[in-house]
């Protein structure tokens, strides 16, 4: 999988599929709906979506406040507060796990792709930061990269789909998916958020 992929912890089974749905149609992947905190950290023990949707109140010993708090010390991954909670005391304890976005139930689908792409975009912005550069990538991929799939790595660090990659550098799609298939290949990761995760281990750590 090579486009983003969001993660639903969601514990209303109607609401997570009907979130999914709506996902789905704005051009996103569904990486997987969890309706627990423990379902939801033993997946992305092993998993890395690109973004999560987590409501505050879900099954499990754990609220997604908690759950947050855990991600932002595992892997940090842009994560979205989605909840029917709006009191200022709720709102204080989700400021403090460095949310990316914060929506209110009920909510649309502009509301919903707004909160997204902006999610995507300040975690683009974090991770420029970093000073990402070609000689820094190949110390973890398997042999050199190449420039163009350095600037596939670099669409891929600001958010872009495939498609608006395609589009920004006047290219066919598979010739896109062709080239960060080869780059996620050197890099020795599956998909897209965990060539990420591993940029980020290597430039933190």
């Known amino acids: 999988m090579s486009n983003i992929s969001i993660l639903i912890i969601e514990d209303e089974g109607v609401v997570a599929h009907d979130i999914a749905r709506r996902i789905r149609n704005l051009g996103y992947d569904v990486a997987g709906i969890k309706n ?5 950290l033993n997946y992305l023990q092993i998993h890395t979506p690109d973004l999560i949707l987590c409501d505050i109140m879900i099954d499990g010993p754990k ?25 200022r005391s709720t709102l204080e304890r989700a400021k403090k796990v460095l949310p990316h976005g914060y929506i209110v139930k009920p909510f649309d689908n502009h509301d919903l792709l707004t909160a997204i792409e902006l999610a995507l975009y300040k975690h683009s ?26 600037e596939m790595l670099q669409d891929i660090i600001k958010g872009l789909t495939n498609q608006q990659i395609s589009e920004s550098r006047f290219i066919a799609t598979s010739t896109v998916k062709y080239h960060i298939g080869k780059l996620l290949d050197k890099m020795q990761v599956s998909n897209r958020a965990d ?10 750590n």
């Open 125 to 150: 912005v974090e991770l420029e930061k970093l000073a990402i550069t070609l000689d820094k990538i190949d110390r973890i991929a398997t042999e050199q990269v190449t420039e163009r799939e350095f």
């Open 36 to 40: 627990s905190s423990d379902q939801a």
């Open 63 to 87: 609220d997604g406040i908690e759950v947050a708090e855990e991600v932002f010390h595992l892997k940090k991954i842009p994560l979205i507060f989605l909840t029917a909670l709006s009191d």
């Open 195 to 204: 060539a990420l995760h591993k940029i980020i281990q290597l430039l933190t």
